[in-house]
């Protein structure tokens, strides 16, 4: 699996958030977190002023806002979301996050969402470390767009990691 680099703009993301323990951990909660998150999200996307793809959302892994979580080193926040034109007001239990402009290497998970952990084990476990290239402060993004079906092994999704 090798990535395509990109460097993107900033972008403004509005959605449903919640702290979770990472993938990356034996106490991981992440398959009942945020599946929740998207269960709730999903129904709620038109409520959502100024979208700007009625098809694409975004799962955003950051480190979990000021006042949010418990502190855990390995703990993060996730926010399902749509990438809007900007924040007049938010919906209801809706939150915001502006994501800085930057570079990125982009993986392509293809498949059902049970092996994104397979995934994202490579991404950090493998190619990472084996790479030469540095992690830069940002949230990682995954990006729904048209070609994701969760019930299909055709799927696809993107995994963008923020990179040096």
Known sequence: MTPK???????????M????????????NN??????LWSDYVPRIPE???????????G???KPPEGCGSNRPDECYYLAGAEVSRIDTLPSR???????AGRYAVFTHRGKLDALGHTMNYVYGTWLPTSGIEL?????????????????????????????
């Open 136 to 164: 830069r402060e940002a949230p990682d993004l995954e990006i729904y767009d048209k070609r994701f079906d969760p019930h299909s092994e055709d799927s696809e999704l993107d995994i963008w990691i923020p990179v040096k």
């Open 60 to 62: 955003v892994c950051s």
């Open 17 to 28: 958030g919640a702290p979770f323990i990472s993938i990356l951990s034996p106490e991981r």
């Open 5 to 15: 680099f990109i460097d993107a703009p900033e972008k403004l993301i509005v959605g």
């Open 94 to 100: 809706m939150t915001s996050m502006k994501i800085p």
């Open 48 to 58: 959502i002023p100024h979208r700007l793809n009625s098809v694409t959302s975004y």
């Open 31 to 36: 398959f009942i977190v945020i599946p929740k």
